[in-house]
Nanobody, 124 residues
Framework: QVQLVESGGGLVQAGGSLRLSCVVS????????MAWFRQAPGKEREFVAG???????NYADSVKGRFTISRDYDKNAAYLQMNSLKPDDTAVYYC??????????????????WGQGTQVTVSS
């Protein structure tokens, strides 16, 4: 049973930083492509950043230059460092994983495993 557990969300002022963590259990994360998505109230879940098994990364245009995705195979985890946060970044952030050796998948329906989500709120 694969499980993903996110942590690190919270309330921060605009311009601040947060670091989200996603720990994978049940199977080594080395085989997974991992990504962060977010969903604001009344909106669809959207791709934020992804990292492949070979550590190639991909970002949504809205977060390029501000967010950084990384992974630690020893800790079976992925991270999202979020800097220069804006009120528009407010959402529930979800970690997704899928066994894949291809380029980054950006659609939620391409991911098989999800965490429970962590709330990020950026005040103006």
């Amino acid at each position: 049973q694969v499980q993903l557990v996110e942590s690190g969300g919270g309330l921060v002022q605009a311009g601040g930083s947060l670091r989200l963590s996603c720990v994978v259990s049940g199977r080594t994360s080395r085989h997974f492509q991992m990504a962060w998505f977010r969903q604001a109230p009344g909106k669809e879940r959207e791709f934020v950043a992804g990292i492949t098994w070979s550590t190639s990364t991909n970002y949504a245009d809205s977060v390029k230059g501000r967010f950084t995705i990384s992974r630690d195979y020893d800790k079976n985890a992925a991270y999202l460092q979020m800097n220069s946060l804006k009120p528009d970044d407010t959402a529930v952030y979800y970690c997704g994983a899928v066994i894949s050796m291809t380029t980054t998948k950006v659609h939620p329906n391409e991911y098989d495993y999800w965490g429970q989500g962590t709330q990020v709120t950026v005040s103006s």
